[in-house]
């Protein structure tokens, strides 16, 4: 595993391109990266079956601290029901139909 800072990789046009490359990683996205965010720092892995993944920090400044609630809930996990909720909400198990 190889955690890269900044000088290991450069951000330019919502391309990475590591250190001595002079083409962007091809890199399929799973996630856009929030507005106005840019990287910090980078990881690269080679998983056993040979695939590589890269990871990207960012330092996100929104605010998304979600707001408190009075209210519980209790879930029951079953095989009919996949949940019931203490009031009254049911979904489906997917396997069952």
Not at 32 to 38: G, K
Not at 56 to 74: A, E
Request: proline letters at 7%; a positive charge.
């Amino acid at each position: 595993m190889q955690n890269l800072r900044s000088s290991a990789f450069k951000w330019k046009d919502g391309q990475v391109y590591l250190a001595k490359c002079a083409e962007p990683l091809p890199i399929r996205w799973s996630r856009q990266l929030p507005q106005n965010c840019v990287p910090s720092t980078i990881t690269v892995k080679l998983d056993p079956s040979g695939r590589w993944s890269v990871s990207l920090r960012v330092n996100d400044p929104r605010d998304l601290k979600l707001n408190s609630v009075t209210k519980q809930v209790g879930i029951d996990l079953g095989i009919i029901s996949l949940v019931t909720t203490s009031d009254g909400e049911t979904v489906a198990n997917p396997k069952n139909h």
